[in-house]
């Protein structure tokens, strides 16, 4: 074995390392859960704030400042107006659907923080099929969002529910398989695990076609600019909410701007080294991951034009959906080839792969023809 | 069909909007700050030089909309004075026509943009609140007045 | 520059191809009979030399006794233009449309027959266009208060 | 297996982000796929012509103004070439060159809202559009110090314009033009190559260069077919002649050959407004009018190039002071003849998009 050992097998880890927090105690479970509904509240305040204010930026405005310092207080402003607001119910609304529908979508979000870890055992729940939870419930919100489409009776609500679903079907693929490329480095499905992995090196060096792949269907999966389909302001007129107001539909940006972070936090964890890195306490190296990962995601959203629907499938099934797969045999047998430990010279050999499989992609990738004869 | 050039389109384009991130914004936060208008500016007012006015009521005939209503009555020196001048902003649509037409010089555009008022009976201008020795008259087919006003602000001067 | 061709030059050549059909012929323009109004129409859109492959524009305006629809074509090829009159009666407002000659009749002969009130025949749509369809009278009629 | 499906209707507009105004279109949807398209027009009806007949014929630019309301200064001199050719009325050489520099100003005003919209539609949230703006912001300016208003200008009148060109104006235009330039180079960096945009924009809705010819498309549609057909080139009016400029034309007539059209234009309008401030003259703007033009019985036709189109105005005139019916030739509606041909068969977003690419002005299209 040549080189030397750069990422740490995480089944060493199972039994001795002594988790920075005391995750048995019968009182960390309420003081988690507290900590998580905060969390994701502020978070999502936050990134609803930085999302208003750096777009803003990027298309030559000022942005939201007048409430408060920097106007940081627009976004409580507008949450209690929509406290406020009545709660229109459309004539010919599925009432009980429409009143469930943002909790469905909405209850998931936090319910996928359960897993991610903010320190060495810094969880509410290690579980040891954490990213499988975190598929699992994080798709449920789709079924929110489908609920609120057909119980609207609106085609524009409806018509972005149908592009909701196709798209998170197809993408959840592709971002699964991106998934387990890292799964299969690290060795376990537990984020707290495959944090402790990237010990010395975070995923995104020895995996780049893995984070490529997440980082787009993410954005997919989440409705985020460039596939932005489902509320598609230019064309559907916000999708599937275009019904709803005041607080419901305040759950839904809630529910939406969630997923986000939820998004941030998963490629931060799982590709860019989650809570480690030197110098600062663990989880301020975990939100500061947060925030750029963020902040891309709102560049790609000022920069790009969005996608039509058959592209949308096309780039899911044509294009990420081969290469995710590649991605994980490569990675299959590198760990295979090298059991104990990678060795360095894996690294620019992955990134070259990463280069020639994208150019080959996009070589290989054709779209369908757009127009359907009628 | 199919993406060509590997995202390299897609790449020049963060670049620029991330130029533009940097680049100093040009909005002006208007109430707190007030860019300098035009000198020729077309306020939604008329301003009237009583002295100059002749009570022929030319700009009434001119005006597209008709919105303005004079009334002169045969004065002692064989003149016209002005009994009634008024003009219905709310219904006039600024294009000074009837500035342009007045043969006397008396009748000016304002120098003004903030004239929203609270009921549309306030919109309806008397002869007195047109005066000129009460208002900014603007510069608009009035040469004349160009050196009183300020000059206009403009965004090409501004530094990036 | 777009010359405009001589009217009565093309006159001759209409008359020559369809004998009849002109009612009148003034220094700008060609006054033909309603009734022919398809088939010097084709002859102009079809004759080489002539090549009127594009409809500017029609007007329609009244003139109290009668209405007179005016068309303006010109030859993107040759670059010249001719206008072309066509005139109905009030009592039965009507000419052949042309829409199945140049489709950017359409939308025009629409909105004369909405303002104006001259029915086309043989547009395939002939309904209001601006105004909406319960609206009674023809507001661009002189006669229209 | 197979499901039974059936089509529906959804009716886009008359008051929806995407339509530029008030248009509405009955669509009819087979899924995503439209399978019928009825444009339904009339929302922004306000009878210009007919209230033309009740102006006299100075009275009647501030209406032209509100025809295409994001390219008046164009609109403003159709007008009044029609009723200058009406009444035998000749300009002065200034005057000429103000108009070309003005309307030239107006169509890059105009193309940059075209194109920001355009992209807007596209999806690309916003940032173009506002950048368009930005550069759109100058113009305004420009119009601003020229004749005191930002939107409706009412600048031309017959027998010239309304008043010479302020002092700072020829300086502060000189200054712009590189300025443009430059702006123009970067916004292409912006989203001429972007991938998605040339996957979303290629080859969708393309208009025959036949049809286009047929249904008397004009404007960047027209040229977007590949036909080399402007008015300024075909029929120069004021003095066009004088200028030395190229008329970008497209390949197949798609929604990405209209956006790269306007782009061009913006850049041969540059040019033709750098050459016209090197040669304008000194001397009167307003040839000797009377304030009411009593014009000989006749019609007569004038058309310019705006910025969606060719602009004709149809004044016949009964020798009294108003026009006894002046007929507006709008490009936007004649534009829109083939958009049932153009849209079904695409999709919903197609459909935006392609609409879009017309950037028609409901104004002008109900007038």
């Known amino acids: ?374 | 069909m199919k993406f060509e050039r590997y995202g390299i389109g897609i790449a020049k384009g963060m670049t620029v909007t991330m130029r533009n991130l940097l680049r100093r914004r040009i909005t002006t936060q208007y109430p707190e700050q007030k860019l300098t208008v035009s000198r020729r500016t077309r306020g939604n007012e008329l301003v009237w030089n009583k002295e100059k006015c002749t009570g022929c009521a030319t700009c009434a005939k001119t005006c597209p909309q008709g919105v303005i209503h004079i009334v002169t009555s045969v004065g002692e020196e064989n003149n016209y004075n002005v009994e009634v001048f008024e003009v219905d902003t709310g219904y006039c649509i600024s294009c000074g026509l009837c500035v342009e037409a007045c043969p006397y010089d008396a009748l000016f555009m304002a120098y003004a943009f903030e004239l929203a008022k609270y009921r549309r009976s306030e919109l309806v201008l008397s002869r007195d609140d047109m005066l000129i020795e009460n208002k900014q008259a603007s510069a608009y087919f009035r040469p004349e007045v160009d050196k009183d006003l300020p000059e206009q602000e403009l965004l090409i001067n501004r530094k990036e | 520059m777009t010359t405009a061709l001589l009217a009565s030059e093309i006159a001759k050549q209409i008359n020559e191809s369809l004998p009849g059909a002109i009612s009148e012929v003034t220094d700008t323009a060609i006054v033909i009979k309603g009734e022919f109004l398809p088939d010097v129409a084709a002859f102009l859109k079809n004759t080489a030399g002539l090549d009127f492959d594009y409809l500017t524009t029609i007007t329609a305006v009244d003139y109290y006794q009668y209405f007179e629809v005016v068309y303006l074509f010109v030859s993107m090829e040759h670059n010249h233009s001719l206008t072309l009159k066509a005139r109905c009666s009030r009592e039965n407002p009507s000419l052949p449309s042309l829409v199945s000659l140049w489709r950017s009749a359409d939308h025009q002969e629409r909105e004369i027959y909405d303002l104006m009130g001259i029915t086309f025949e043989g547009h395939p749509n002939m309904k209001r266009i601006v105004l909406w369809p319960e609206f009674q009278g023809h507001p661009l009629r002189k006669d229209y208060l | 297996m197979q499901l039974r499906t059936e089509p529906f209707v959804l009716n886009i507009g008359p008051v929806h982000p995407s339509t530029h105004g008030v248009f509405r279109m009955r669509a009819t949807l087979d899924g995503e796929v439209v399978v019928d398209l009825e444009p339904v027009f009339g929302y922004l009806h306000r009878g210009i012509e007919k209230l033309a007949e009740e102006r006299t014929y100075g009275g009647v630019i501030p209406l032209t103004d509100r025809l295409d309301y994001v390219a008046s200064i164009t609109n403003n001199l159709a007008y009044v070439l029609a009723v200058e050719k009406l009444a035998g009325i000749s300009v002065p050489e200034r005057a000429e060159y103000i108009r070309v520099i003005t309307s030239e100003m107006q169509r890059i005003a105009a193309h940059l809202v075209s194109v920001g919209s355009f992209l807007n539609d596209a999806g690309a949230y916003f940032t173009p559009f506002l950048y368009m703006y930005r550069e759109r912001e100058n113009i305004v300016d420009l119009f601003d110090m020229l004749c005191g208003q930002r939107l409706l200008y009412s600048y031309m009148r017959i027998g010239g314009v309304s008043q010479d060109l302020p002092d700072e104006f020829l300086p502060a235009l000189r200054k712009f033009i590189p300025h443009m330039r430059t702006r123009i180079d970067e916004y292409d960096w912006l989203l001429k190559e972007n991938e998605i945009l040339l996957a979303r924009a290629k080859g969708v809705g393309i208009l025959p260069r036949e049809t286009a010819i047929n249904i008397g498309a004009s404007g960047p549609v027209l040229r977007g077919c590949g036909v080399k057909w402007d008015i300024r080139k075909a029929d120069p009016y004021s003095v066009y002649d004088r200028f030395e400029f190229d008329i970008p034309t497209g390949i197949q007539g798609d929604c990405y050959d209209r956006y790269r059209v306007r782009v061009e234009e913006m850049r041969q309008s540059l040019r033709i407004i750098e050459q016209a401030v090197e040669q304008i003259p000194p001397g009167e703007v307003r040839s000797d009018v009377p304030q009411l033009v009593r014009p000989p019985a006749g019609e007569a036709y004038a058309h310019v190039e705006g910025a969606t189109g060719e602009v004709g105005f149809h004044v016949v005139s009964d020798g009294s002071i108003a026009p006894y019916r002046c007929h507006i030739r709008a490009p936007s509606l004649m534009n829109l003849t083939a958009l049932k041909d153009m849209i079904v068969g695409w999709k919903i977003q197609d459909l935006i998009l392609i609409f879009g690419s017309f950037a028609i002005t409901m104004g002008e299209v109900d007038r």
């Open chain 1, 1 to 374: 074995m040549v080189g030397p050992n750069i990422t740490v097998d995480a089944l060493r880890h199972l039994a001795p390392v002594a988790p920075d927090w005391p995750g048995n105690e019968w009182w960390h479970w309420l003081v988690f859960t507290v900590i998580l509904i905060v969390f994701i509240l502020v978070m999502v305040i936050i990134f609803i704030y930085l999302e208003r204010r750096i777009i803003a930026w990027f298309a030559a405005r000022i942005g939201p400042n007048r409430t408060g310092p920097f106007g940081f207080f627009q976004n409580i402003a507008a949450a209690l107006k929509l406290l406020l607001k009545e709660g229109v119910n459309p004539t010919n609304a599925d009432i009980l659907i429409f009143w469930l529908a943002p909790i469905v979508n909405f209850a998931p979000v936090i319910a996928v923080f359960a897993v991610v870890p903010f320190q060495n055992g810094a969880l509410l729940a290690d579980l040891n099929v954490g990213i499988l939870f975190v598929i699992a419930i994080g798709s449920i919100s789709t079924i929110g969002v489908f609920m609120a489409g057909w119980s609207s009776g609106n085609k524009y609500s409806m018509l972005g529910a149908m592009r909701m679903i196709a798209a998170v079907v197809s993408y959840e693929i592709p971002v699964v398989l991106a998934l387990a490329g890292v799964v299969v480095l690290a060795g376990s499905l537990s984020l707290n695990d495959i944090v402790i992995a990237q010990e010395r090196v975070p995923f995104i060096v020895l995996q780049p076609l893995g984070f490529l792949l997440l980082f787009v269907g993410g954005c997919a999966e989440i409705n985020r600019s460039p596939f932005d389909l489902m509320e598609a302001d230019s064309e559907l007129v916000a999708g599937f909410h275009t019904e709803y107001s005041g607080i419901k539909w305040a759950m839904f940006f809630l529910g939406e701007f969630g997923e986000m972070v939820v998004m941030s936090t998963l490629i931060a964890t799982l590709f860019l080294g989650g809570w480690q890195g030197p110098g600062l306490p663990p989880w301020l190296w975990l939100l500061i991951k947060i925030f750029i990962v963020d902040f891309i995601m709102i560049w790609t959203r000022a920069t790009l034009p969005r996608v039509r629907i058959d592209q949308l499938m096309a780039l899911a099934w044509k294009f990420m959906f081969p290469l995710a797969l590649v991605n994980l045999i490569i990675t299959a047998i590198q760990v295979l080839a090298w059991p104990d430990a990678l060795p360095l010279y894996v690294i620019p050999i992955n990134w070259a792969i990463t280069v020639v499989l994208v150019l080959l992609g996009s070589k290989l990738f054709k779209l369908g023809w757009g127009r359907v004869e009628v």
